[in-house]
């Protein structure tokens, strides 16, 4: 089954700077998710990007999606220390009740 | 609003021992329920969905086996615990239909010894 890919693994930014990941996916889809992951928690849904709209915000949240690369980034801008945590990506595919996740991307946060 | 509940938080068992993982959803109605399994420091895998009362769909061999007896409830279940079951394991639900976002509970963590 097809599956995101993050890159980076692992950020390390100071606290104001942004924050910006990008996934990969490998097939056509209808939509790709974004969610956040707090240490020893549950993952929490961030945004939703169609596969006809190339570019998205909620709050400092800014996605894109290119699918002609088939490829998307999420920009968190002017970070907080409450972001560490890990993104991870997910693509729904036409036809299916699944998402494929990622293997998430670490992002701390330092004050 | 919707809430979803799974317990326990933390659960230690023996190798061999029965399991059995519970989650329930309030606030909606026919939802689409999932199961995942989180390995330490990796993605999630997708072990159970359903998409209605009786309704299970498994995406990997394994010793583990899901079942649905009502709406918003969804239980995970094993005869037999193996040492490779350990792991991070959480329950989600999505408003019915395809490519819906999916809302996680907090997650059950699961060491065999």
């Known amino acids: 089954s097809q599956q995101g890919e993050e890159d980076p693994q692992a950020l390390s930014i100071q606290e104001g700077e942004n924050a910006t990941m990008n996934c990969s996916y490998k097939t056509s889809i209808n939509n790709l998710q974004w969610y956040r992951q707090n240490s020893g928690r549950g993952l929490v849904h961030l945004i939703l990007i169609r596969s006809n709209e190339r570019e998205k915000h909620s709050g400092r949240l800014r996605v894109t999606l290119d699918t002609s690369k088939k490829s998307s980034s999420l920009l968190i801008t002017a970070s907080r220390a409450a972001d560490t945590a890990s993104y991870f990506c997910a693509t729904a595919l036409y036809g299916n009740n699944r998402l494929a996740f990622g293997k998430g991307n670490q992002v701390v946060v330092i004050p | ?113």
């Open chain 2, 1 to 113: 609003s919707q809430t979803i509940h799974q317990w326990p938080a933390t659960l230690v068992q023996p190798v061999g021992s029965p399991l059995s993982l519970e989650c329930t959803v309030e606030g909606t109605s026919n939802p689409n329920l999932y199961w995942y399994r989180q390995a330490a420091g990796r993605g999630l895998q997708l072990l159970f969905y359903s998409v209605g009362i009786g309704q299970i769909s498994s995406e990997v061999p394994q010793n583990l086996s899901a079942s649905r007896p009502q709406d918003r409830q969804f239980i995970l279940s094993s005869k037999k615990l193996l040492l490779s079951d350990s792991g991070f394991y959480l329950c989600a639900w999505s408003p019915p239909g395809q490519g819906q976002p999916q809302h996680f509970g907090d997650g059950t963590r699961l060491s065999i010894l």
